[in-house]
């Protein structure tokens, strides 16, 4: 636990050159290589929970498993489970009982949900994953993230999309951002960027990064940022 009572957070996403991470029809696509494909498994493997928002569940099924055999015998080794925990941010409990986060690979799926979500769907998916109520109307992040910290977690990783890495931003909850650009064009004006969200008006509330490192990987960059705390 740091001293705001939270993991380290930190997000990874994969964006191409014209700042897109998906289409306009929000579909999957595959933005980096080989490199940054073995760099992703291996963060993954260093994190004590993996988080993502429903939206990114529905649009692209991940099951956000660590993928190399190896790295998972290491956690084992350590004394940890083969995968971190799969947290989804889902306030209705509208997580498909069938998705692949909650049926591929072993370990802890955490379902965060409001207090909108309504018996039968919280019944439906609690025998798959841990439900935890937090917030009113969308699921409180802050509370989230103090509770996992007092469940263990020390290091979450945030993998999108833009809707769930605004709101962890713009309430100050996260540390470091990877960006990966990838050699390629999305375009569409409604395609979806790593931040989404309502957006900072004035120049004042812009949330200031620090570069920590700049690095060529397959055929793109890879950008490393700390976010600087107001
Ligand atoms: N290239 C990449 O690296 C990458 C990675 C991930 C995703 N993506 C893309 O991103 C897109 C999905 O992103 P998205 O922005 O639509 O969805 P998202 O960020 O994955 O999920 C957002 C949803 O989470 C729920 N939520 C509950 N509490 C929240 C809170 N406090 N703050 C924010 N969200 C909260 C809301 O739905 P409820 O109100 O129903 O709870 C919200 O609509 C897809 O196109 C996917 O392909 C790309």
């Known amino acids: 636990m740091n001293a705001n009572n939270r993991p380290f957070v930190f997000i990874n996403m994969a964006m191409s050159a014209d700042g897109k991470v998906s289409t306009v029809r929000r579909e999957q696509l595959r933005i980096s290589g080989a490199e940054d494909f073995e760099r992703v498994d291996s963060l993954r493997a260093s994190s004590d929970a993996i988080m993502v928002g429903i939206g990114t569940v529905l649009a692209d099924n991940p099951s956000l498993t660590v993928k190399s055999a190896k790295r998972r015998k290491?956690?084992?080794n350590s004394g940890l489970p083969e995968n971190p925990v799969r947290v989804i941010v889902d306030s209705v409990a509208r997580t498909p009982v069938e998705s692949d986060i909650l049926n591929v690979g072993t370990g802890r799926r955490i379902i965060a949900v409001s207090e909108r979500a309504i018996v039968e769907d919280i019944d439906r998916l609690g025998a798959k994953a841990d439900i935890m109520v937090c917030g009113k109307d969308e699921v409180d992040l802050e509370k989230l993230l103090y509770l996992l910290c007092s469940q263990g977690v020390k290091r979450l990783m945030v993998?999108?999309?833009g809707t769930?890495?605004?709101s962890l931003l713009c309430h100050g909850l996260v540390d470091e951002i990877?960006?990966?650009?990838g050699n390629m064009i999305i375009g569409g004006d409604s395609a979806p960027t790593p931040v989404g969200g309502t957006g900072f008006i004035r120049p004042d509330?812009?949330?200031r990064l620090r570069l920590i490192s700049m690095e060529e990987l397959d055929?793109?960059?890879l950008l490393k940022w700390r976010v600087l705390q107001r």
């Not at 990877?178 to 650009?181: A, G």
């Open 159 to 161: 993998e999108g999309g």
């Open 205 to 207: 509330e812009l949330l």
């Open 74 to 76: 290491e956690r084992v």
């Open 219 to 221: 055929e793109g960059v």
């Open 178 to 181: 990877y960006i990966y650009i």
């Open 164 to 166: 769930l890495n605004w």
